[in-house]
């Protein structure tokens, strides 16, 4: 099992900027992919929106909405991944869920397991 606690949320000015941190409970050399979704509010029923991943080679994906303005990394060191965000605009606002991904067992049979961290909320105001 692997617990990821997401910190750095609040509310920051439209042209502001926030830094998320992720926390594992387990080493990220041990997990697959790392990455940050976000929820807009009043979607509950649509999916979680994929805002960038860091995969185990350390490469590194984004969506068009961030790019340039959003940072993903890895911090062995703390066993985080974080997400520096800048340029923050108004839908930027979402609840921000941390997601790992870890892949156990032999390539020909290799189980996936997929975590989340609670969230944290992000609020621009214009």
């Known amino acids: 099992q692997v617990q990821l606690v997401e910190s750095g949320g609040g509310m920051v000015q439209s042209g502001g900027s926030l830094r998320l941190a992720c926390a594992a409970s387990v080493s990220i050399f041990r997990l697959k992919d790392m990455g940050w979704y976000r929820q807009a509010p009043g979607t509950p029923g649509k999916e979680r929106e994929l805002?960038?991943?860091?995969?185990?080679?350390?490469?590194?994906n984004y969506a068009d909405s961030v790019k340039g303005r959003f940072t993903i990394s890895k911090d062995f060191a703390r066993n985080s991944v974080d997400l520096q965000m800048n340029s923050l605009k108004s839908e930027d606002t979402a609840i921000y869920y941390c997601h790992a991904r870890r892949e156990v067992g032999p390539v020909e049979r290799v189980d996936v397991f997929d975590y989340w961290g609670q969230g944290t909320q992000v609020t621009v105001s214009s």
């Open positions: 805002v960038a991943v860091v995969n185990s080679d350390g490469s590194t």
